[in-house]
């Protein structure tokens, strides 16, 4: 995949005074400096910076009779838990803060996109299968914690002893998957309508992106329900006692 | 319709044969499946499976909420989870697309 960093990092880089170097193995020996390689990085940690600056207002202001905003942010708790409560049968609320956590994150990066000059952070595979590998270490952590750790290894070895050997490895092999496949689709969505909206772009810059921008808002919002709803499944499979 | 696949399978076959008898290729000589064509073909089948599954999903979740409208709710979130599902499938191609140089 081409390279393409986002005008904002080509912007940084000439106001700074970055120096330009090819970097061994990527994007064809192209001279780029370091914000300009490291793209997603900037995009994502600006993304998280705008969330935490959003929620951080929300919460100074906090008050009975609530603002537009903290209606906003009190909508999106609310369906979290609603959401959470859905899945997770006992002590699901607790979990919250991270779901949370992770569902802005995700959204304010699929949405950096629709910005002019900058790039969705999700839309770098290191960004999501981050994303996604501390999913992973969250439910697994809280999948061990619940039911102990030799418990919580055996259930994946499925209820008959004499077919272990063949379940576990392919217990473990589906677990494993799930990091690729919840950080792949992510990935693949939003790079995939950013690219979309670059190529409509490139052939009329006026009127003609304005659809693929407000399908990129929709899928921005789907995508951050999917990746969340699956952070959730993936938990309440973990956490779940069997009776 | 099976004429025409034959015909156009027969013709791909030719072209392939061409490109591999050309004796004024490069040094490198590419067939016609190496390279971003195959990820383009990879991709249309992709998407044709996953319209033709999305579709057969989206008619049952209709159906569902037609004959009982009170669980609209579930059905959509059921719904959207397995679209996503479904998706995944065609978005794996895409990222072997964008790996095909």
């Known amino acids: 995949m081409e390279h393409h960093a986002s005008l904002l990092a080509q912007w940084l880089t000439q106001v700074l005074g970055l120096a330009q170097h090819p970097w061994p193995g990527f994007a064809h020996g192209a001279a780029l400096s370091i914000l300009e390689r490291y793209d997603h990085l900037l995009n994502a940690a600006l993304a998280a910076l705008v969330a935490m600056l959003f929620t951080a207002l929300v919460r100074k202001n906090l008050s009975r009779i609530p603002g537009p905003l903290q209606q906003m942010f009190e909508g999106v708790v609310e369906w979290l838990k609603g959401m959470i409560n859905d899945n997770i049968a006992h002590h699901g609320e607790k979990h919250l803060p991270f779901i949370g956590t992770m569902a802005l994150f ?138 | 319709m099976k004429k025409f696949l034959t015909t156009a399978f027969l013709f791909t076959l030719a072209a392939v044969a061409f490109a591999q008898g050309a004796p004024t290729a490069a040094p490198a000589a590419k067939s016609l499946f190496e390279g971003q064509f195959t990820a383009h073909i990879a991709l249309a089948i992709a998407a044709a499976g996953c319209g033709l599954a999305q579709g057969k999903a989206v008619v049952a979740a209709c159906e569902g909420v037609a004959r009982n409208p009170q669980a609209a709710g579930n059905i959509r979130t059921t719904m959207i989870i397995g679209l996503a599902l479904i998706e995944a499938l065609v978005i794996y191609v895409l990222v072997a697309a964008f790996a095909i140089k």
């Open chain 1, 106 to 243: 995700v959204f304010f990066n699929n949405l950096f996109g629709l910005l002019p000059g900058l790039s969705p952070g999700t839309s770098n595979w290191n960004i999501t299968l981050g994303a996604a590998l501390v999913v992973f270490g969250y439910y697994n952590f809280q999948g061990m914690k619940e039911q102990g750790v030799g418990k919580y290894w055996l259930h994946f070895a499925g209820p008959i002893w004499w077919l272990m050997p063949l379940m576990f490895p392919l217990e473990i092999l589906g677990l494993l998957s799930r990091i690729l496949s919840h950080s792949l689709r992510l990935f693949g969505n939003i790079a995939g309508e950013h690219v979309v909206a670059g190529i409509f772009f490139g052939l009329m810059p006026i009127l003609l992106p304005v659809p693929m921008m407000f399908l990129g808002l929709f899928f921005g919002l789907i995508q951050t329900f999917v990746f969340t709803m699956l952070a959730v499944i993936y938990l309440s499979g973990a956490v779940s006692h069997e009776h």
